[in-house]
């Protein structure tokens, strides 16, 4: 009988996008374009996995950005990628905060070759925030203000509230 | 521990990047399905590094076919391969009844002509995993009635 060492799912998604980022700098010639495509492919995954976040978490509409932010760390972050960021550094008009990652499952074993100094690796996470939020009514930006790969402490993810989306309602609706 | 969802919703954007300028042609669909077929074999030697650390050495080829098709599919899949079944001359079927990676796909028979592109990263997976387990193959698959297919492996001896 083979007993598997303690091997834990977050290897398939990490491995896997690491050889997706592998890929993207093969195709596109510059850290740039990469950090785009990666914003991009997040935010197509953000849009869809919201309704699966939804239907699972049973959380219920969010009153304001603090409470947002809570789950995003506390449910979001810990159904998804098994870690609870810390929410911190609250703009005064509470309408921008960050999310620190002691550790960042999405690098475990990556380091970045030398040539590849402004790639956002981890910018996928961006597009998918981003996304999901939008789905909610919410435009957001959301950045890496540190990364453990370009030899920060901690990774830091910002987010500011830019503003309410209106829903679009059939016309007739009241 | 990353869920289970999001490698698929992954797996579906990698496909859709993969395919994002295809014209359809059978040249370009080829190259696409070995883009994501390379991407799955490389995925498949890094999960088996860390897989089969404390595992004792496997007594034979059958052996390790079945570490893969009950501890490796569940570990990935959270199922075991359904049905196993061998020539015992180096050929190989893996049915799956229900795998997971196409139930995105409508089980309408329009889509069946999508499936391959399912299917090319976990083909990839098990040639890698079957490479870092010292094994040599061939790894095709084929969808006949979905969500079920069959991954044929052929062991290719050095």
């Known amino acids: 009988v083979l007993v598997l060492s303690s091997y834990n799912n977050s290897e398939l998604f990490t491995l896997t996008y690491g050889a997706l980022v592998t890929q993207l700098c093969k195709d596109y010639e510059n850290d740039e374009e990469v950090n785009k495509q990666l914003d991009k492919m997040g935010y197509n995954i953000g849009v869809r996995l919201i309704e699966d976040f939804l239907a699972r978490s049973s959380v219920g509409r969010c009153q304001d950005f603090r409470e947002t932010a809570d789950v995003i760390a506390k449910v979001a972050f810990k159904m ?94 009241e | 521990m990353a869920d289970e969802a999001l490698f698929q919703f992954l797996h579906n954007e990698v496909i859709q990047y993969i395919y994002k300028s295809a014209e359809g042609g059978e040249t370009e669909n080829g190259r696409n399905i070995t883009k994501l077929e390379n991407m799955g074999f490389r995925v498949g030697q890094g999960l088996i590094e860390r897989f089969t650390k404390d595992t004792a050495r496997f007594k034979d080829e059958l052996d390790i076919m079945k570490f893969i098709c009950k501890d490796f599919w569940t570990c990935v899949f959270k199922k075991q391969i359904d049905n196993l079944r061998t020539n015992h001359q180096g050929i190989y079927v893996l049915q799956d009844n229900k795998f997971r990676l196409l139930s995105q796909l409508s089980a309408g028979k329009q889509y069946l002509e999508h499936a391959p592109k399912y299917l090319a990263f976990t083909c990839g997976l098990v040639r890698g995993s079957l490479s870092n387990l010292g094994v040599k193959s061939i790894v095709t698959a084929e969808v006949s009635v979905m969500p079920a297919c069959k991954f044929q492996v052929m062991i290719q001896k050095l």
Not at chain 1, 107 to 114: A, R, S, Y
Not at chain 1, 152 to 169: H, P, Q, Y
Request: glycine fraction near 6%; proline fraction near 5%.
């Open chain 1, 80 to 173: 998804y990628l098994g870690i609870t960021p810390s929410v911190t550094n609250w703009s005064p008009a509470g309408d921008e905060f960050s999310l620190i990652l002691e550790n960042n499952p999405l690098v475990d074993f990556v380091e970045l070759p030398d040539n590849h100094s402004t790639l956002i690796y981890s910018n996928l996470l961006c597009g998918v925030l981003r996304g999901a939020l939008e789905m909610v009514q919410m435009a957001v930006d959301v950045r890496f203000a540190q990364d453990t790969l370009r030899g920060d402490n901690v990774t830091e993810i910002r987010m500011k509230f830019i503003k309410r989306i209106e829903e679009n309602l059939p016309a007739g609706d």
